[in-house]
């Protein structure tokens, strides 16, 4: 239950960033179980879906709205598929939530979006807020959440403008320990800018 009220959040943010996606060539990075991304199968012109996890993509490939001919689930990391499966500069929209601090090499992810999205293509995240590593305790992932500001740094010195990042969320967590505790969450927006 969390884990959906937390896409539909997320999803909200995202249709307000962008209210009509009919024809857009989207990728979805860490989709997971399609939570998000099968929200916009039946508009996208295509829409592929990435993720590391062949458990969660299981489960994502059993979904009626995964199969039409223009939605394509791949197993592996973004760097396997710039040059591959998906052309370099051929999608209009990235959307990732909470993926990022999963990724142990931020500046290389960064890089692989940047050769995936077109010029004046969009790239929105949702991300947790740096946390003190309990959110995901016992499991240890590469970051405890992210500083926005630092993050956007980050997409800017890999060749993105920054649109704007703001808070889309707080909630209550009882973690692993049993303690009751608040983490926050926050969607930045970002363009890969047309050259001069």
């Given at each position: 239950p969390?884990?959906?009220?937390?896409?539909?959040?997320?999803?909200?943010?995202?249709?307000?960033?962008?209210?009509?996606?009919?024809?857009?060539t989207i990728l979805e990075f860490g989709c997971g179980t399609g939570l998000v991304g099968l929200r916009y199968a039946e508009k996208a012109g295509s829409l592929d879906m990435v993720d590391a996890s062949p458990a969660m993509l299981d489960v994502l490939r059993a979904k009626e709205k995964a199969r039409p001919?223009?939605?394509?689930?791949?197993e592996g990391t973004l760097s396997m598929l710039?040059?591959?499966t998906v052309?370099?500069?051929s999608v209009d929209w990235i959307?990732?939530?909470?993926?990022?601090?999963?990724?142990?090499?931020?500046?290389?992810?960064?890089?692989?979006?940047?050769?995936?999205i077109k010029p004046g293509g969009r790239v929105t995240i949702g991300e947790l807020e740096t946390e003190p590593g309990t959110f995901h305790a016992p499991e240890?992932?590469?970051h405890n959440g992210f500083d926005a500001q630092e993050l956007s740094r980050l997409?800017?010195?890999?060749?993105?403008?920054?649109?704007?990042?703001?808070?889309?969320?707080t909630m209550p967590k009882e973690d692993n320990d049993g303690v009751s505790r608040t983490y926050s969450a926050f969607i930045l927006e970002a363009t890969r800018p047309f050259k001069r």
């Open positions: 969390q884990a959906v009220a937390l896409a539909n959040l997320f999803a909200a943010e995202l249709d307000k960033i962008v209210p009509d996606h009919s024809g857009l001919s223009h939605v394509t689930v791949h710039v040059g591959q052309r370099p500069r959307i990732s939530n909470m993926a990022l601090h999963h990724v142990e090499d931020i500046p290389t992810l960064i890089d692989g979006l940047h050769r995936l240890v992932v590469p997409f800017e010195n890999g060749g993105f403008t920054l649109v704007k990042t703001h808070n889309f969320l």
